[in-house]
């Protein structure tokens, strides 16, 4: 999980820092007897300096501890899944009913999964659109869906790289 410091967090850590550092020039000058002006003039500058390395220090920490890890199959798949609801969800006419029917339906959610497994290592002999496609009878519901979805897949092949991480 990344943790990050918020603004509070580095004023707070800036009036504790300031504090420290006056009450260390304020022993100093107790021991001297004398108020030595140049060190008096570092309490302006000295806390903002330890704040700004402790930002740079966490940004670091950031970057070398929280490396993204990789996007997992199922993870792919519910992204594919999400896509695909999106522009099924552009048909007008589609009430929930349809979207409920079409969910509850195992064929074509086993075709959803073909066209996720088409998509993840292309087009083969024997798994490809035209296969897919001709599943289901032209003017239903799952054959306006799949139309689309096959549609989306196609696009989402083109940009590939761009879409997630394999």
């Known amino acids: 999980m990344k943790r990050n410091r918020s603004l509070k967090s580095y004023i707070r850590t800036f009036i504790i820092v300031l504090g420290v550092y006056s009450l260390y020039l304020a022993v100093l000058f107790i021991r001297a007897n004398a108020v030595d002006y140049s060190l008096l003039a570092t309490i302006l500058y000295m806390p903002l300096i330890f704040i700004s390395l402790l930002y740079v220090m966490d940004l ?58 088409i998509y993840e290592d292309g087009e083969k002999d024997e798994l490809n659109f035209k296969y897919i496609s001709k599943k289901f009878k032209s003017n239903t519901n799952e054959s306006k869906a799949l139309e689309l979805v096959i549609e989306d897949t196609k696009k989402m092949m083109g940009n590939q790289g761009k879409d997630y991480q394999k």
Do not use: W
């Open 60 to 117: 670091i920490m950031d970057k070398l501890m929280h490396k993204r890890k990789p996007v997992k199959k199922e993870d792919r798949y519910k992204v594919f899944l999400e896509s695909a609801a999106k522009r099924v969800n552009e048909i007008e006419g589609f009430s929930l009913e349809d979207f409920r029917r079409l969910r509850e339906n195992e064929r074509f959610q086993k075709t959803l999964h073909q066209c996720f497994t």
